[in-house]
């Protein structure tokens, strides 16, 4: 099982968000940064903005849900902050998770699949 450990300190979400890398898109921000671990650091990061808590805690869960589908195909050794944007509050799941599959793979966060597939 791929390592996906859970980014909590608020140290480090300022860390990523003053040093990391950022991509964009419709429905998410993701800011990504080099960690040294062998371990993959997730933080999520939902607004107020979205509307209120049972809102806001079904998109993080979305969001949460999204990344564990695609946890295998994502390198680690880096800590990422994926921040919901408005339009997610709306958004159907599929649609979250091509949109973080999209930031994930923009951002060159994704495994090569081919070498691994070839090895197997």
């Given at each position: 099982?791929?390592?996906?450990?859970?980014?909590?300190?608020?140290?480090?979400?300022?860390?990523?968000?003053?040093?990391?890398?950022?991509?964009?898109?419709?429905?998410?921000?993701?800011?990504?940064l080099a960690n040294g671990q062998e371990v993959c650091r997730v933080g999520y990061s939902v607004s107020k903005?979205?509307?209120?808590a049972v809102v806001r805690n079904r998109v993080k869960r979305r969001l949460r849900e999204s990344v564990r589908s695609v946890a295998k195909e994502i390198r680690p050794g880096h800590d990422l902050i994926l921040s919901a944007r408005v339009r997610c509050r709306?958004?159907?799941?599929?649609?979250i998770l091509a949109?973080?599959?999209n930031?994930?793979?923009?951002?060159?966060?994704?495994?090569?699949?081919t070498i691994e597939e070839v090895g197997d």
């Amino acid at each position: 099982m791929i390592g996906i450990e859970r980014l909590l300190r608020p140290a480090d979400f300022q860390r990523l968000y003053r040093e990391g890398e950022v991509v964009r898109n419709e429905l998410i921000v993701l800011h990504y940064l080099a960690n040294g671990q062998e371990v993959c650091r997730v933080g999520y990061s939902v607004s107020k903005k979205l509307g209120n808590a049972v809102v806001r805690n079904r998109v993080k869960r979305r969001l949460r849900e999204s990344v564990r589908s695609v946890a295998k195909e994502i390198r680690p050794g880096h800590d990422l902050i994926l921040s919901a944007r408005v339009r997610c509050r709306s958004a159907e799941y599929r649609d979250i998770l091509a949109a973080v599959v999209n930031v994930v793979t923009r951002g060159g966060l994704r495994r090569d699949t081919t070498i691994e597939e070839v090895g197997d």
